[in-house]
């Protein structure tokens, strides 16, 4: 069965810097585009980043020079680093299939950047 777990979050000063991780398995991950989406308290789930088969990215223009998405085969991980935080960037962060079919959702990592 497919699993995606989260990791990485956690409580971090405006301008500051996190990784992220989401490990998969059940899946051959290599063939799927990758995403991570965020949800904030009272906001639906928004992409944030995504990167395809072939390596190429795309992000949400909020992120945009700030966020870099990535993804290892080998380890079957996509990953997010996410520099110069700011509080609007705090939510529940999740991986994902990009696109309309998704497998089941992880438990999310949460993201709080505050001071």
């Known amino acids: 069965q497919v699993q995606l777990v989260e990791s990485g979050g956690g409580l971090v000063q405006p301008g500051g810097s996190l990784r992220l991780s989401c490990a998969a398995s059940?899946?051959?991950?290599?063939?799927?585009?990758m995403g991570w989406y965020r949800q904030a308290p009272g906001k639906e789930r928004e992409l944030v980043a995504s990167?395809?088969?072939?390596?190429?990215?795309h992000y949400l223009d909020s992120v945009k020079g700030r966020f870099t998405i990535s993804r290892d085969n080998t380890k079957n991980t996509v990953y997010l680093q996410m520099n110069s935080l700011k509080p609007e960037d705090t939510a529940v962060y999740y991986c994902?299939?990009?696109?309309?079919?998704?497998?089941?959702w992880g438990q999310g990592t949460l993201v709080t950047v505050s001071s």
């Open positions: 994902n299939r990009q696109g309309v079919i998704r497998f089941p």
């Open positions: 990167i395809i088969v072939g390596g190429s990215t």
């Open positions: 059940g899946i051959i991950f290599s063939i799927y585009d």
